[in-house]
């Protein structure tokens, strides 16, 4: 049996960050996640990285919080960071009292922010209605969350640490009070394994409860459903915020040539399956209009809902979604429930999850008797790219492609271009969208990178191929055949990576009802013969 001192349960960006801080400490671990990397929650959000604009009124501690992983975040992970800048923007409509609480607010947490005219701000943002009375600015910022995670994983490989994607943790194996294994099946061959551990960390989000059980212990979590609508053109250069009390569709955030709108706030018994339901879209599209008025024109891309992890204790009662705070909390269940050896961190946001990490890795080490500090506010996630590589990258790509594969790929940018020197070929761009590379797509389906693929879905989140206006309708038949080619899958394997793949690109779009991207599921369909469900506004 594998043997380890601690078994994280949860491969989003707070599992990931835990695992990078444990590997900083020299403690041994593993890292399981029943499906890929940042498939709950860190997957399925706008990617805001939260300057703590949006709490300093009603939650100044979360608010203090999030300001300084802000700038943490930014630090360590530049490559993950698209940091353009936040307003929080004053509606006529909306509470002129709000406005003024705000900047005494962001005042007393140190938020640097400026006040604008409504002509000023007409100025950097043309597209916000021409009736607005001002705004403030703020260091508001887009992460990839995707390869934040992937980041914290390949730092964590680098110096020791383990993972296992498509691994559903089945048992938690307790003797006399305390944890002693984990035991996990392989959801993509029905393959069983355990580990023995002296430790368990319950990162698993949304399903912390669920997990918890296994070790007979009850976390109290509260699925809240936020739904999101992706737009296929950036129609702001700066995350825009309406500056009241948060509400829905109240958020517009670029990222990278397109722009998230969220998010709904919807109590849901799980986070399994969840789906955007018609008269939800309508509702955050009429938002979304008053947000920015060309809303109302653009094209929906893709349509995606996830499920915020709220912590709820007993004194929360009947509290809503909004109601509930989004700070975290972290579960010694020696302590809580005489369960030595499992501990807890639930709630929280994407901006604070280095934070969890570290106060989550704080206490494993003390308990572990391990006397090493936390280096994850100082440590850089990616190590620098020779320049040279890069002369070489800009000789073989386009201006574009040469500059994204810097961001995406870091130091393996050396592995793609020697390989693109070897076979020219390499350098064709398969996902126009995204400019990646044939040669990028092959790294990736390889076995030499930190991060392995096993499935055909998993490719966009290593790359995000796949995620741009086509939707993988042209891209990702060129990305299972490369998978067939390189042998990762057979024929029939390949086939069937596919239509799972295609499947996966469908259920996004499925409940968009009109325009071009209806016409793009249809070409879909002429392409590979896919049978697609449309629904219309009624929901049929």
Request: negative net charge; aromatic residues 6%; hydrophobic residues 40%.
């Amino acid at each position: 049996m594998e043997s380890t001192q601690v078994v994280i349960i949860g491969g989003g960006a707070t599992g990931a960050g835990i695992l990078w801080d444990l590997s900083l400490r020299g403690i041994k671990a593993v890292l399981l996640e029943q499906k890929d990397l940042a498939n709950g929650a860190t997957g399925r959000c706008h990617g805001l990285l939260h300057s703590g604009g949006r709490y300093v009124v009603k939650d100044i501690e979360a608010a203090r919080e999030c300001l300084a992983e802000n700038q943490f975040v930014k630090k360590i992970a530049p490559h993950c960071v698209h940091d353009v800048g936040g307003l929080f923007v004053q509606y006529p409509q909306d509470d002129p009292a709000f406005f003024r609480q705000w900047e005494e607010a962001a005042r007393t947490v140190g938020l640097a922010s400026q006040h604008l005219s409504a002509e000023e701000t007409l100025d950097l943002e043309p597209h916000l209605p021409k009736n607005i009375l001002g705004a403030f600015t703020c260091p508001d910022a887009h992460v990839d969350v995707f390869q934040l995670a992937q980041s914290n994983i390949e730092s964590a490989v680098s110096r020791g640490g383990a993972f296992r994607t498509y691994s559903e943790v089945t048992a938690i194996g307790i003797t006399d009070g305390r944890v002693r294994s984990v035991s996990y099946r392989d959801t993509r061959n029905g393959d069983e394994f355990q580990i023995g551990c002296d430790m368990v960390i319950n990162a698993s989000g949304g399903w912390a409860q669920k997990v918890a059980s296994l070790a007979g212990v009850d976390v109290p979590v509260r699925c809240d459903k936020g739904s999101l609508l992706i737009f296929n053109h950036n129609l702001v250069s700066r995350v825009v915020n309406r500056c009241r009390k948060p509400g829905d569709a109240d958020i517009l955030v670029p990222a990278g040539p397109v722009c998230v709108l969220g998010t709904s706030s919807i109590t849901v018994p799980t986070p399994d399956g969840l789906t955007a339901d018609p008269d939800e879209i309508q509702h955050l599209l009429g938002l979304g209009a008053e947000l920015i008025p060309v809303l109302a024109e653009a094209r929906v891309l893709r349509i995606f809902s996830g499920a915020r992890p709220l912590y709820v204790p007993k004194s929360a009662g009947a509290a809503g979604g909004r109601e509930i705070s989004r700070g975290f909390a972290l579960l010694d269940h020696e302590t809580l429930d005489h369960v030595k050896g499992f501990v807890s961190i639930v709630g929280g946001k994407l901006t604070t999850y280095r934070l969890m990490a570290e106060v989550t890795a704080n206490l494993v080490a003390a308990k572990l008797g391990v006397n090493e500090p936390c280096r994850t506010t100082e440590t850089p996630l990616r190590q620098t790219i020779d320049e040279t590589v890069l002369s070489r990258a800009r000789k073989l790509l386009p201006a574009q492609a040469a500059s994204i594969a810097e961001r995406r790929l870091g130091p393996n940018l050396a592995r793609i271009v020697a390989a693109i020197e070897r076979r020219p070929e390499l350098a064709e761009i398969i996902c126009e969208c995204e400019q990646v590379t044939l040669a990028e797509l092959e790294f990736v389906l390889g076995d030499e990178t930190l991060v392995p693929i096993r499935a055909l879905t998993d490719v966009g989140r290593r790359t995000r191929l796949g995620f741009g206006p086509c939707q993988g309708t042209f891209c990702g038949y060129k990305a299972m055949l490369a998978g067939y080619r390189s042998h990762r899958w057979s024929a029939a394997e390949a086939s069937t990576e596919f239509e799972h793949y295609l499947d996966a690109r469908w259920k996004g779009q499925s409940f968009v009802s009109h325009g071009k991207q209806v016409e793009q599921l249809y070409l879909s369909h002429d392409l590979f013969g896919v049978t697609y469900n449309f629904h219309d506004q009624n929901g049929q």
